[in-house]
């Protein structure tokens, strides 16, 4: 790490290194859980969830070079490097390259460097996420329909499992003990709750509509998506704009229906389908008044 230069210039020139190498952005990402001294035990275990969701980025070819045979999507790498960029300057404040930090986020994610808990990783990743959301919208409708659905459904499924953790009683109502097991992103569940593999082929970009990859989604997406998380979808949103501190989250959902980069006219593909499975989730688990 050299000395003199900004955190966040020192930043962006790891980023730009990696721009167009995916292995070598997974890389870097690995290295950023190491710190800026290469050992830093208490914060190695939190790779495990971000390296399992972008290794399927990986193999979906989602971060390939744009000049590439079979291109990459250009949102998905702006989202992935707002990510990378963050924590990288992350990594350079704490090794005391000069900042301050160059946004909020970054700042969420010293926080964690100082004192990693599961609520403080999930504050600084979803905030880097929601922020590149909300950065690159107009990268995110120049995707096709499938393609722009399964945005909706990641950015929902993140914000719940932050929940889990930080917001129990809205993400399981009276099993709410079970929420910081579930969603603490040192253990394995949480590849269970982003786990999309299974619903889309290893390719980009989707060649089908949405309706055509739902009727292949397994039970247990299923029932998350519309026995547990629908019900909460408004009370998610709210919690996450204040936990995050980003208002403009509420401006992705309306009604109770996801809305980034998708038509609000096109809701009725938010509605729960007809399945014994969904109704029984809606009696058991419904929504913390």
Known sequence: MGSGIPAADWARQQVASVRDDP??????????????????????????????????????????????????????????????????????????LAG???????????????????????????????????????????????ERFFMNVVLCRVLYTHALVAAPRISLGWLRPLGPLLGDPRLGMI?????????????YPLSAGARSYLSDEHKFGRLLDYGVITPRLRQLYEWSARELDEPDLLD????????????????GVWQPPRSFLVRTAHRVLPPAA
């Not at 070819?61 to 744009?66: A, D």
Request: with cysteine; aromatic share 10%; proline share 8%.
């Open 23 to 96: 292995a070598g952005r997974m890389a870097l990402m690995e290295r950023c859980y190491y710190g800026p001294l290469g050992k830093a035990p208490r914060h190695l275990p939190f790779r495990r969830a971000a390296l399992s969701f972008m290794r399927w980025q990986l193999r979906r070819g989602l971060l390939q070079p744009l000049s590439d045979h079979r291109p990459g999507s250009p949102w998905w790498r702006a989202v992935n490097e707002r990510i990378l960029r963050d924590g990288c300057e992350a990594v350079a404040l704490s090794g005391e």
């Open 100 to 146: 301050p930090p160059s946004s909020p986020t970054v700042e969420s994610w010293t926080s964690f460097a100082d004192r990693p808990t599961a609520r403080a990783w999930y504050r600084a990743h979803n905030g880097s996420v929601v922020a590149a959301y909300l950065e690159h919208r107009d990268l995110a409708e120049a995707e096709n329909e499938a």
């Open 191 to 203: 590849g269970v709750f982003l786990q999309l593999s299974r619903v889309l082929p290893d390719e």
């Open 252 to 267: 992705c959902i309306r009604d109770g229906s996801l809305t980034y980069a998708w038509p609000f006219e096109e809701r």
